[in-house]
């Protein structure tokens, strides 16, 4: 039985197994345009990118509530304008060389996924209390892309946002991010329909992996930049694992 207790075990991965955290960013300012094409330059297949919204409702690409750690600019995201978003530098904080990076709308790091032919894991990151604008907005730029489960995983910490994501594009197929493996994880992945948990990767043992896999769902913990803990990981049978060193990980996964 599957993860509905009526479809067969989804054991067939979607997205490839070494997924680009924030893009490639070890060596390059996260959740940037340039952090994703060094990913796709390094070799990498699939990339994972979290979208939060803008103060007039456009989907951008940004892991904080706020903006002083990635940006130039300071205060919650969810009050600029995507004018305002555009004109802050969301590179030199990480390194002069990047100066002039600008923190992509969703459409934008759609775009640059497609063309390098990547999969995405889109993690819906709504500041609190705004999660219904925000997985609006992000259904609102999906759906003007040609959205497919064969490239596109949704995922979120969020299960509200899982569902009201679900009510709009059923198709998608879904993740729960946590960060221990919940005690009831077959309840909660069912409840929220989806195909994989991505937890912490100090949380998973070989017992556990396998468990998972036989209850029908995928695995993939994040985030490991130590080769030898991702050899382990792949040694328990984990299906993709986030990092920001794609580089290393490719070398060492193949
Ligand atoms: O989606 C996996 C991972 O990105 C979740 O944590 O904080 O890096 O978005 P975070
Ligand atoms: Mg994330």
Redesign the pocket.
């Known amino acids: 039985m599957g993860p509905d207790g009526s479809s067969p075990p989804i054991i067939a991965p979607i997205i490839a197994p070494i997924i680009a955290?924030r893009g490639a960013s070890a060596r390059a300012p996260e959740n940037t345009l340039a952090a994703i094409t060094l990913a796709a330059d390094l070799g990498a297949q699939a990339v994972?990118l979290?979208v939060t919204v803008s103060a007039d409702g456009i989907p951008v690409i940004l892991?904080d509530e706020t903006l002083d750690r990635c940006t130039d600019g300071s205060g919650p995201v969810v009050l600029k304008t995507l004018e305002e978003l555009k004109s802050l530098d969301a590179g030199s904080w990480f390194d002069p060389g990047f100066a002039g990076q600008r923190i992509p709308t969703l459409d934008e790091a759609l775009k640059l996924i497609r063309q390098r032919d990547m999969t995405l894991?889109l993690?819906l990151?709504p500041t609190t209390g705004w999660e219904e604008p925000t997985v609006q907005a992000v259904v609102k730029t999906l759906e003007r892309h040609v959205v497919s489960g064969e490239w596109l995983l949704v995922?979120s910490a969020s299960p509200d946002s899982l569902d009201l994501f679900r009510a709009s594009l059923p198709e998608i197929p879904l993740g729960l991010?946590t960060t221990a493996v919940p005690l009831r994880w077959r309840t909660v992945l069912k409840r929220h329909h989806c195909i994989s948990l991505?937890c912490h990767q100090a949380f998973l043992h070989k017992r556990l992996v396998a468990d998972i896999h036989a209850a029908g769902y995928l695995v993939h913990p994040?985030?490991v930049n130590d080769p030898v803990r991702a050899k382990a990981l792949f040694a328990m049978g984990v299906d993709a694992i986030?990092t920001d060193q794609p580089d290393s990980m490719l070398a060492l996964h193949g």
């Open positions: 955290h994972e979290d892991h894991n993690e990151k995922s991010i991505h994040y985030t986030f």
